[in-house]
């Protein structure tokens, strides 16, 4: 008995049938009585109208409601078959799909008979809706001749993913099949079937019948409810316990992740779910690692959720064979095959390009056979007797998937991709989809989904990438990485785009056209101008499609950025960018009167993760605005020359900017510039784990340790070499306060002084790990203690006294004083014997008397201090460095102000100096929140004594860590970092960057360098400590 009929139903009159939840905690229960009311009312309305069994009815529905369910139910009960037609289309494709169905009769939830010049025939009020029914005014359907064949359920129209748009005829001997999944599903009449596919997607038929067969509820919604994930979550899992949660839910993996891992793993899979069947299907499978990510797997907790792999085609009445997941042994699996036929009368085969089929361990397509399940398409099955008797016959029929699976030694077969996805590539053949499935693996966890897609026209192979929450730079550098280290060179892409949402169409699958467009719209371009950060700069193409979308042929030419042509430099760079992940900072030096080297352009192309194949790539682009075929095979050789840094590629690509093409024949000539990076490298050695963030600045003790805390409590003393941990002590809170070392003290004793969160300061032994004694200071302790003979003076946020100088022979104060009106970020620092410089956050700093804590004189800034003071020209003269921008120089005797050096950035970086006794110049060098990594020159002439620029480095984001100075061979170099994790070497006397090296990580810890060793030694928010070697 079929699953429709009514004598059938009235078995389950009395129980749920339609779950109409229209807002959260709100829903209208229909029974299967309420439904077969209006059905019985419906089919005496076409018994009125004199609609005939076999008869085509074409829909055209905005949503589904508790009108469109009954409706359905009552053409199935009329023998008549269904059509239902897009939505959002243009009268003439609505007028032309409803002809093609060969329909007779229209029904509608709006009047549209007169815009498609129908006869209306009467308007029907099921529920609450009015249903208007409409039918020709003259008999121009394209017939089909096929009735005598079979009698039809409905005809479908397909979106293409599989292939050319077709209309599929399907009878109703191929929906059969469909209702074994009932017994895969152990479905009953407890169940809930959440109707989540629109009409014009084969699936809700499936999902309508089996909750018909079973005497189950649906749950069905609004559009603009089942179209939003976080609103959707709530009506199929409420946390009203007087609604019912959804058993069974089927959708395609694109549209399921949109839910995000934190829903589903927490609500919709979570151990105490409602859900008993998640069926995805529709698309590529999720991967394991994916997988992984949704369930909390857990041997001693049974996961109540049945997860199946389910796959079909509208062809073949959609659903043709389904594989249940042992969620328990995931971690047992690479892939996830996609299982048997859901029954016996289907059948699976592999062939090759001459449809020859393969046995065994083979990639191939895929083919669906059965001798039941044969359903008409017109513009596959010509009609002619040979067809009829085909169709009719007992024969098997094969109809193509157009999918590229992979067989296994067990037999199992696994789906790879599309077939009309595969490309060629530099004599390589190359599938997309097995690509994007192999950068899925390789990114897993940061990037959720990948899709790869190819531009035929400029033959560039794009990358999509994709998460719900926007990349990060260092998860933007760390994919990459990963993809240039993983990936073979004709994998490799030639641009990356990062994405937040990957389109999708009606049915929940991605959308490839709207993908590409989104992608022209993401592409930006790397640079605008030669001294440009290439991080302020994100101009679009704006006369071009990369893609060659649609019909657009424009020539690359008439590529513009800023409104100026594209140039070949700006090609380059997008690429370096984009796809090698350099960062391209550029500025202008003040002493060289030249451009810094951007950070990674000392590498050659190869060894910043180029390939051959992307050398081939970018010289067919770049080629077309380059002035002769000498010049470009030119190029193409520096790209492939491992001793060319990419500094000269851009230098020599500078010289064909502005050139019109009459006038590209100047001779190439590269820079005879001896380039600094590239002979000194910044190499990781070794990192130790701290549990959380370490903001501290490591500290070295005997040139043999290294001292560090972190927000996880812990301090801990490394081995300086080998990174080994010697000791370790837990405090109450975190530690930010960098350790100072006792002088003064027994010969068996290795005293550190450290301070505290809780607020108390800490004396300990480093190497034993022993807390001796401790000292409630007030406030918490950010400030590194200053030690001197056995006192200590500590900085802290105490609101009572935030300086207090400590006697560690008697373990009891000295002296106590409030020094301005809030805490103290900044290090003390010694005048003389007798004498100290201290700083407080109101601005106020000031000389204190070591002995008493008497104030000998006092200023105070507008704005707040936390950078540490400096000492120069033999302690006479002080600077200090305030928050907005101001950098003061006074007199350390009396605090007179002799000069004012002013910045447009914020300083929080302490500033160091270094005096070139050979040149009797002095050097300050600080950190800005601008980027800019200063260096002031300290000048006296005539009495008058200034500060001037000599130079400034942009560096890729804000820097608040102290620069340390490194001497080296005889030079002089600057060691700084930035807060998105960029550890650099600067030259002391240029400016240029030597080396630099990407930590992936924010960085607010200063660094620390022991040059015997030759290594530094950073703090960073990824919770290491890092030790890198400077060669």
Known sequence: MAPWNLKKLHHFSKQRFILYRYATSLEKIYTYADVLKEVTAILDIFKELEIAPQSGIALLLQEHTPASCALLLSILNADCYFCPLELNTSVESLTANYQASGATYFIADNDTHEQLRLCLLKQLKCFDLILYISKKVSVDAIPRTLTEWDKICYIIGTTGSTGAPKMVHVPYSCIAPNLALSKHLQLSAKDIIFLCSPFTFDPFIVEYLLALDNGAAIIITTSKIRLSPQKLVNILFPNNCNMCGVTTLQLTPSLFRLFGVDAIRDIILSPNTS?????????????????????????????????????????????????????????????????????????????????????????GELQVGSKSRKCYIPQLDQVTSETQLNLTSNE??????????????????????????????????????????????????????????????????????N????????????????????????????????????????????????????????VTESTSG????????????????????????????????????KQPIDIFKHFLVETLGLQLTVTKKIVTNCLENPKGTDLSFLAAGGSSFNALSLVNEIGMLLPTSAVQSNFLNMLLNENIAIAELLTFLKQYENMSSESRHTKVTLDTQSYLMGKRKLLLNWRADLKKCVDATPTVAMNRYICIGSHAHIMVTLDAYSGQEIARVTLPDRIECATEFVVHQADDEHLAVVGCYDGYLYVYDYLL????????????????????????????????????????????????????????FSTPILANDCEIFACSLDGTYAKIHLKTGEIVWSNKCNTPIF????????????????VGGKVLLCEAENGAHLFTYKLEGNIFSSITCFTDNDADTIFLIFGCHDHNLYCLKYLKTDKI???????????????????????????????????????????????????????????????????????????????????????
Request: glycine share 6%; hydrophobic share 35%; proline share 3%.
């Open 275 to 363: 859900l008993r069947n998640l069926i995805l299907g529709g698309e590529q499978f999720p991967s394991v690692a994916e997988l992984q990510s949704w369930f909390s797997i857990n041997k001693n907790q049974r996961i109540q959720t049945r997860l199946f792999n389910i796959y079909g085609i509208t062809e073949v009445s959609c659903w043709s064979t389904i594989y249940a997941c042992e969620l328990n042994r995931l971690y047992e699996k690479q892939d996830i095959p996609i299982g048997q036929p859901i029954e016996n009368e289907t059948l699976l085969r592999i062939v090759n390009n001459n449809d020859e089929e393969l046995f065994g361990i083979e990639e």
């Open 867 to 882: 950078s540490t003071p400096a000492l120069i020209c033999r302690n006479t003269k002080l600077v200090v460095a305030e």
């Open 467 to 522: 998460k719900q929450k926007r990349f990060s730079e260092s998860q933007k550098r760390i994919c990459r990485s990963l993809l240039l280290k993983e990936l073979h060179s004709y994998e490799k892409p030639d641009t990356i785009v990062f994405m937040r949402k990957m389109p999708l169409n009606k049915h929940g699958k991605l959308n490839h056209t709207e993908l590409l467009k989104s992608v022209v719209s993401r």
């Open 396 to 465: 098997l029929l094969f109809r193509s998937t157009g999918d590229l699976v992979r067989r296994d030694e067990i037999g199992d077969i696994y789906y790879l991709g599309r077939l009309n996805n595969t490309i060629k590539r530099f004599g390589k053949r190359l599938s997309l989809d097995v690509l994007s499935h192999k950068i899925d693996a390789i990114l897993r966890p940061t990037c959720v989904q990948s899709k790869c897609i190819w531009n035929a026209k400029y033959t560039k192979l794009i990358c999509c990438l």
């Open 530 to 565: 030669s001294h440009t950060s290439i991080q302020s700069t994100k101009t679009r193409f704006s006369s071009i499609d990369l893609l060659g979308l649609q019909q657009q042929q424009k020539s690359i030419l008439t590529l513009k950025v800023d409104g100026r042509k």
């Open 945 to 1031: 004594n200034t500060l001037q620029l000599c130079w400034k480095t942009f560096l890729q984001s804000p820097i608040y860590a102290t620069p340390v100075l490194l001497t080296d061979d005889k030079e002089a170099f600057i060691v700084v970092s930035s807060t998105k994790g960029l550890i650099s070497i600067v030259h002391l006397h240029t400016g240029v960057i030597i080396a630099s090296h990407d930590m992936q990580a924010e960085i607010f810890s200063t660094a620390c360098y022991i040059p015997t060793h030759k290594k530094i030694y950073i703090g960073c928010r990824d919770n290491y400590v890092y030790c890198l070697d400077f060669v």
């Open 769 to 824: 790990g022993k807390i001796y004694w401790s000292m409630n200071i007030g406030g918490l302790i950010k400030a590194k203690p200053l030690l001197f003979k056995n006192v200590a003076i500590v900085g802290s946020y105490s609101v009572e006294y935030n300086l207090a100088c400590i006697c560690l022979k008697t373990r009891s104060y000295i002296w106590r004083l409030r020094l301005g009106t809030k805490g103290i």
